[in-house]
């Protein structure tokens, strides 16, 4: 009969869990309150103290630490390791259930105590969670509450494989890891990071094809962005981060919104009522960058809207969700990735970039502070149809590239520049790229603009309300060419840098 020793402090699922394996032939160990809470659910266990001979000492510090339980979770399929456990009376241990006390909880709670701290500092869990993923090979480690259903699968197959027993002690590993580091960033005062990541794919090349490259994530087994590929060739480095990009922006938008993303730049965002009316408008601002990019919606996408996207050749859509009209139409196309994400929210609310030699760390920019902090710097006040462009172009070069100049008409860019050493340049791109559509269009800018040459290009484009943050020493240099020109001008009092 096989053998699960139970020890855990997070509690939830293991009633379920315990109860299927002992309807599946499994003998019961639990320590602690894991034991009274199975005992009161009905179910046959032992206690550990009644297994090993010894009582919990210590107020319960000590319950698992103990050679009968170490030994039968150590023991390998050797003839002699099973030769001392029979001479002890021992048997094995085939699979440990262990969580951790809550250290990072405890330590976050405000006015904390050293001595609570230390309280909550786990001993015969992390011995427990070692001892299993070192003699992987022989025993199944179950360290997250998440994987129970998994382990189930596994077991009813009747073939826990290797390579899933050693995922699990990869995550137990990695656990302990960044528990420890959590501890010794605690108790000696300084802000050490600490993260754990799971490899998820070893990808072909990085952003060329003589680079090495590999997709990690936050959750093991997790899909690429945490979403989930539905059909086409195996996503690229490159795919990656232009679908993050993408997705980011659609997603930033309430109202059924479509962002194209090539080469890490928006070539094209807008939203509309219907979802094929706002990919027809973010096409539209800039078809010839479009033809190879991704396109992300924060809507379902439709039959009607994949059919226009058909229309031209995109590497990957991204979107919670696709019509079963709008699979048989994308189907056609072999290649073309889809990604499927349910989850709209951005996670982490961080953001990592390696420099040389360190690590950069950052909150995620998810917009202004408040709207209500606006004023308008011109004698001249936007109109309501102006109002409405501003704020949606505003959001909108918040997702490119600086110096970020993007005009708008309606809820929809018409010509994107960014990316350049200099701001008028990319005034300058973006009225290249607006063509005739600049005329009675709004323009935004991700920062303040340090000459007037910047306002005379866009009205020379057309332009005929910009939004930006304001705070240079020359504003008022800005705010009189604006008014010269009819401009009607509005300072946020917040940058959107994107480098």
Sequence with gaps: MPKAILSVYDKSGVEAFARTLAASGWELLASGGTARLLKQAGLAVQEVSDYTGSPEILGGRVKTLH????????????????????????????????????????????????????????????????????????????????????????????????????????????????YDQAIAAYLSGEPVESLTLYP??????????????????????????GGEVLQGKELSYNNLLDLDAAWRAAVSYTRPSVCIVKHLSPCGIASAEHLVDAYL????????????????????????????????????????????????????KKNLRLLKMPDLRI??????RSITRGILKQSVDFGDPAETEWKVATKREPGQEEWQSLRFAWKACQHVKSNAIVFCQGEATVGIGGGQPNRVDCVRIAAQRAGDKARGAVMASD??????????????????????????????????????LGIAMVFTGVRHFRH
Aim: net charge negative; proline share 6%.
């Design 447 to 484: 920062a303040f603009f340090p000459f007037a040459d910047s306002i005379e290009e866009a009205s020379r484009a057309g332009i005929t309300a910009i939004i930006q943050p304001g705070g240079s020493i020359r504003d008022l240099e800005s705010i009189e060419a604006a008014d010269r």
């Design 200 to 225: 998820l794919q070893t990808l072909r090349y990085g952003e060329n094809p003589h680079q090495h490259a590999a997709v990690y994530g936050f959750e093991a087994g997790q899909g690429p962005l």
């Design 347 to 352: 996670e982490p609310d961080y953001e990592l």
């Design 281 to 332: 408008a973010a096409l539209e601002s800039d078809p010839v960058s479009a033809f190879g990019g991704v396109v992300a919606c924060n809507r379902e996408v439709d039959e009607e809207t994949a059919e226009q996207i058909s229309q031209i050749f995109v590497e990957c859509v991204i979107a919670p969700s696709f019509s079963g009209g709008a699979r048989e139409i994308f189907e056609k």
């Design 67 to 178: 050679p009968a339980i170490h030994g039968g979770i150590l023991a390998r399929d050797l003839p002699e390791d099973q030769a001392q456990l029979d001479a002890l009376g021992w048997g094995n241990i085939d699979l440990v259930v262990v969580n951790l006390y809550p250290f990072q909880a405890t330590i976050a709670r405000p006015g904390v105590t050293l001595a609570e701290a230390i309280e909550n500092i786990d001993i015969g869990g992390v011995a427990l969670i070692r001892a299993a993923a070192k003699n992987h090979e022989r025993v199944m480690l179950v360290c997250d509450p998440k994987d129970y259903p998994a382990v189930l699968e596994e077991l009813k197959s009747g073939n826990a494989g290797e390579q899933f027993r050693r995922q699990l002690a990869v995550k137990g590993f990695c656990l302990t890891a960044a």
